[in-house]
Structures are given as C-alpha cells and as structure tokens.
C-alpha cells in the first residue's frame, strides 16, 4: 500500500501564496499518477490538479494560471504551489495516489489525510 502525508496548509490573504507538500511512502512503485483535490464544507471533493509520470498535468479550469503542481521523484513528493488565492480556494485539500495509463484508472486509490486551506478576503 501507499501512505501520503500533506503539509503546508494554513491562512492566508487573498492574493497571498502557499505551498502544498505531499510525500509518499510504502508501495511507491505501484503508482504513477499524483494528485491534489479539494472539499469545501457541503460541497463534492473536486480535482483540483494531476502529474502523470512528471510530465502530464491537468488542472481544473478554476485554478489555471494560478496554481502549479510538480514532482521531486528523489523525494517522492508532489507539490502544489498556490498563487493568487482567493477566498473561493478555501478548502480542505487532499493528495491522491494510484496507477494510471493516461486517463483511465489501472488499480487502488489512495488518499491523505487533507490539510485546510483558509483563505480570508
């Protein structure tokens, strides 16, 4: 199995910036696809951002120009750098793990705990 664990969650301004760490251990070779959703209270969990083999990306239509996610394959760590934020981006965030062969789903899922994001206008 694969455990991810976030950091770098907290409040922030809007128009402010933050960076989302996520590591991931155990069953590395197992995956191939990293990826960052979000959850806002009464809401459904949304992709946010996805890195396929380190050089595929996709990101919701919301966050474009904005955010960026990236991967340390050394470290084992994908990131989601977080530009301009808005007080609409306050979410609980999530890492997401699993194998993919471009779009489709091969195998399990896996998930972090999620760490919140606040942002105040």
């Known amino acids: 199995q694969v455990q991810l664990v976030e950091s770098g969650g907290g409040s922030v301004q809007a128009g402010g910036s933050l960076r989302l760490s996520c590591a991931a251990s155990?069953?590395?070779?197992?995956?191939?696809?990293m990826a960052w959703y979000r959850q806002a209270p009464g809401k459904q969990r949304d992709l946010v951002a996805r890195i396929i083999n380190s050089d595929s990306t996709n990101y919701a239509d919301s966050v474009k120009g904005r955010f960026t996610i990236s991967r340390d394959n050394a470290k084992n760590t994908v990131y989601l750098q977080m530009n301009s934020l808005r007080p609409e981006d306050t979410a609980v965030y999530y890492c997401n793990a699993d194998l993919r062969l471009g779009s489709i789903r091969l195998g399990n899922s896996y998930w972090g705990q999620g760490t919140q994001v606040t942002v105040s206008s």
């Open positions: 155990g069953s590395i070779s197992s995956i191939n696809s």
